[in-house]
């Protein structure tokens, strides 16, 4: 009758990474064992304790058995998981920071783009605001120079008045003249001077003739 091995277990809580394509876990310890399941490459199993050459393992609720031998399995102890487990805060704590960070660059940039699109607007309405002056005093200036040609119109208006009241009368004296002279010809002025009373009167009239034919001259 033969005796089946003594079993030696030692637990301890360390984890497993599957390093070939399949590897049998089975259900008891031995290649007698029947598989239970295929485990692929890179599989994180949690180790329950090792057994003579054998690691029992939990794998998605099931325990069972794989060899253990460093071709098939790499062994993670408990301190280097913990040191993984409490690298993952820390990782993701310097993310955050990076992000965080990320966060206070970007609104700087808008701080500084926000602020030069103000200053940009503010030289703007300096600008606007000189050419609005020198726009009000050019008004001004034409304002004035509007108002001295009105005055110089409304003058002109009344010199041209005068003149056509001057060149009315002149024109309604003309008329007269003309008419006057065609009735009066040459026979007018004879008898203007035949009737003189002595030679001081006719030297008068005649003299007064002469200023009058002057006159007519000019006017007409």
Not at 82 to 105: L, M, T, Y
Not at 125 to 151: F, H, M, P, S, Y
Request: hydrophobic share 40%; aromatic share 4%.
């Amino acid at each position: 009758m033969l005796l089946s091995p003594l079993l030696v277990c030692e637990v301890r809580a360390d984890r497993a990474i599957v390093l070939v394509n399949r590897l049998n876990m089975r259900s008891v310890p031995g290649r007698a064992g029947a598989p239970v399941r295929q485990l692929n490459r890179g599989t994180s199993v949690q180790i329950l304790k090792f057994c003579n050459g054998w690691i029992n393992i939990r794998h998605e609720g099931r325990s069972g058995y794989i060899i253990n031998e460093p071709r098939y399995v790499k062994i993670i102890p408990d301190e280097e998981n913990k040191s993984e487990k409490n690298a993952v805060p820390v990782q993701k704590f310097k993310k955050q920071a990076r992000d965080v960070e990320h966060q206070i660059q970007t609104r700087k940039q808008n701080i500084r783009t926000i602020a030069a699109r103000e200053t940009a607007v503010i030289n703007n309405l300096d600008r606007i605001d000189r050419e609005l002056n020198i726009a009000t005093r050019q008004v001004a200036v034409l304002k004035g120079r509007q108002k001295e040609l009105q005055e110089k119109k409304k003058d002109t208006k009344a010199l041209l008045a005068k003149l056509l009241e001057k060149i009315k009368t002149g024109e309604a004296y003309a008329s007269r003249r003309i008419v006057a002279l065609y009735k009066l010809g040459r026979l007018g002025q004879i008898h203007v001077l035949a009737s003189s009373e002595n030679m001081y009167d006719f030297f008068k009239r005649r003299s007064a003739l002469k200023r009058i034919i002057a006159y007519d001259r000019r006017v007409l």
